[in-house]
């Protein structure tokens, strides 16, 4: 990376392909610039890591009307709902959103944090894990940040989510009810707070369940991904005892398991039972259409952008805690 103190407005001019003068109106905020050119730029600074100078800093201190959302993975499809109530507050508030995906790569989210520093966004939503507290628990105190389903506990943010532990037990007592008693979990990476917390309430319900625990029931994926899903689903159902059931922390993963038996000739939901999680149109679109726990997502981006503009508007205002409820929606994959 270039030395910051090496860069121009030219070379972020350059880079982004506009002129200086296009340069300049975004980072003032003042003048007509096009939601591409826009785009281009902020690209432009985040890469050169461009330190913008204090005199332009001055200028905007009313702000750059532009909101940052972090995600793991544009392509997961649970996050599009969440953009969609997050987008439309912001715009009814005057704000335009950039959205930028990590990659769950810590290090992306934290060189996205720099905008912020460097005054191009007025306030960030996260809805990445954070690895790195001490560094986000520094920055906290002097730049507007919310987290959103991902939260760390101990970081003075805001924060919107729901129970996990609590909609992960309700998803294996619903099992308990039909008959099965042997169910079985696909988690994706421990690295993630929603997948550590549903493990936990899929353990407890089983505790009190009087059901054991059975760890070659409980397989791991790297990333809510349809083939890692087939693959690890294949491998529950090749074991010796197969579970009769299988709760998959997203709606992604339960396609990948009935896929899966599908493949190996049993039959959904008289051979193994599914339970997805969030309530994506894939839920669906599947054949059988899949069980799942309601996320209310379009609520917990609208809410999470409302936490934002708090912190913009009111710097010392208290960090706020948001559960909202969510609800289990019966359909084809557990129908006996």
Not at 173 to 178: I, N, P, V
Request: charged fraction near 20%; include cysteine.
């Amino acid at each position: 990376m270039r030395d910051v103190k090496t860069v121009t407005i030219q070379d972020v001019a350059r880079e982004a392909g506009v002129s200086i003068a296009t340069v300049s109106r975004v980072l003032s905020g003042k003048g007509p610039v096009s939601q591409g050119k826009r785009q281009l730029v902020i690209h432009a600074v985040e890469k050169l890591d461009y330190n913008i100078p204090q005199g332009s800093r001055g200028e905007r201190k009313a702000g750059t009307s532009i909101l940052l959302m972090i995600v793991p993975r544009i392509s997961n499809p649970f996050y599009s709902e969440i953009l969609h109530g997050f987008q439309n507050n912001a715009y009814k508030n005057g704000y335009e959103v950039l959205l930028c995906q990590s990659m769950a790569n810590p290090r992306r989210t934290e060189e996205y944090i720099r905008l912020l520093k460097n005054r191009v966004v007025d306030g960030a939503v996260i809805l990445d894990p954070l690895t790195n507290p001490e560094f986000f628990n520094t920055i906290g105190r002097d730049y507007p940040i919310v987290q959103c389903c991902e939260y760390h506990e101990d970081l003075d943010y805001s924060y919107v989510g729901i129970d996990n532990v609590q909609a992960a037990r309700t998803a294996v007592q619903f099992l308990y009810s039909l008959g099965l008693r042997k169910i079985a979990l696909l988690n994706s990476g421990l690295h993630f707070k929603y997948a550590r917390d549903r493990q936990k309430g899929y353990e407890a319900a089983l505790t009190e369940l009087g059901l054991p625990v059975n760890p070659a029931w409980i397989q791991h994926v790297a990333d809510v991904n349809y083939a890692l899903a087939l693959g690890a689903a294949e491998n529950l159902l090749r074991l010796p005892e197969i579970p009769e059931a299988i709760f998959a922390v997203s709606d992604v993963l339960a396609a990948g398991v009935i896929k899966a038996a599908k493949k190996m000739g049993l039959r959904v939901p008289q051979d193994v039972a599914v339970i997805g999680f969030d309530n994506t149109e894939i839920s669906l679109m599947c054949d059988p259409s899949i069980t799942t726990i309601n996320q209310p997502r379009y609520e917990i981006g609208a809410y999470a952008c409302d936490l934002l503009l708090e912190q913009i508007r009111n710097p010392g205002a208290p960090a706020r805690h948001l559960l909202l409820n969510t609800e289990l929606i019966a359909r084809e994959s557990t129908l006996r």
